[in-house]
């Protein structure tokens, strides 16, 4: 009888050590991604990355602090877990991406993973581009690489000692967790706007309210947030209930609202930077999607 209860024992303990071994692999092993997918030097697919690039609002964090027209990076985020520094995404060797592949950029924006296998913090909007398209990826990717290579180091994240890279994997767990299914919608022009709005442009960043441990509270999408000293107006079903589509379309153009007031704060960048430049399709789209639990005009 002792035998058999020493066997019992040792078939929980493996049983044990082989589940933690498990979800120590699946939290950790970087997520597979396309091994034919494959970065283009058409200028058909450069040109796509370059609109999708401003349409995702890519120059306001990756510019300069002394050039604002390049991808070289270091602009500090301050937040109540740390300072963030944008990185480098010009090809540069030494300080950018120069040497990612296809696949680098389908880890980086829609899985959150360095090309080392580490984990990005989430002052990089991935869990947004997690929704994007593998092919609006590379042609970001594409157009990426085709720029000049500008060397920039950037400095390190300054985060606290408990907040480090590989933390991030049960950070991520937890933001699983609490992420609800995004409703679909079977009119076209409402569905690009939807993911112009959640995926490519990120608008949960800023605008959706989040937790104590920094993660996305779903059931209050867009409800407005605080983000340090700022306070990001909310641009859910309530706030824009008096808002025409024709209303979002001129504030996405030039910052205006029906108030006759204008955008403030980091949306003037927004505007000046992204919505301002993308195509009139576009915007179109996210006034559809942004205003469609209002009556018909």
Known sequence: M????????????????????LMVLLLFLPPS???????????????????????GGCISCHRGEDEE???????????????F??????????TGIG???????????????KPGGSFYYPAFPYRAYAGLRDQDV????????????????????QTPIWLNRW?????????????????????????????????????SECHTPRNTLGILDASREFAGATLGEEVIEAINAEALSEWTTNNFDIFLFIGLKPDGDFAGGDMNDV??????????????ALAAFFTRHNQSE
């Open 2 to 21: 002792a035998q058999l209860a020493q066997s019992k024992v040792k078939l929980i303990l493996i049983g044990s050590f082989s589940v933690l071994i």
């Open 33 to 55: 991604v396309s091994g034919s997918a494959a970065l283009s030097e058409s200028e058909e697919a450069i040109e796509r990355g370059k609109y999708l690039v401003i349409a």
């Open 69 to 83: 027209e390049s991808f070289i990076g270091g602009l500090a985020l301050v937040s109540d877990f740390g300072t």
């Open 85 to 94: 520094y944008a990185p480098n995404i010009t090809p540069d060797m030494e």
């Open 99 to 113: 040497s990612w592949q296809a696949k680098d950029f389908l880890l980086a924006l829609q899985h959150g993973r």
């Open 138 to 157: 590379l042609d970001i990717g594409s157009y990426l690489m085709s720029l000049e290579p500008q060397n920039n180091a950037v400095p390190e994240a």
């Open 167 to 203: 933390a991030m994997a049960g950070w991520n767990l937890l933001a699983d967790m609490a992420e609800a299914d995004a409703e679909t919608f079977e009119d076209e022009l409402v569905a690009r706007g939807a993911y112009v709005a959640r995926n490519l442009g990120h608008c």
């Open 271 to 284: 505007i000046e930077h992204n919505t301002s430049k993308i195509s009139d399709e576009d915007r179109d």
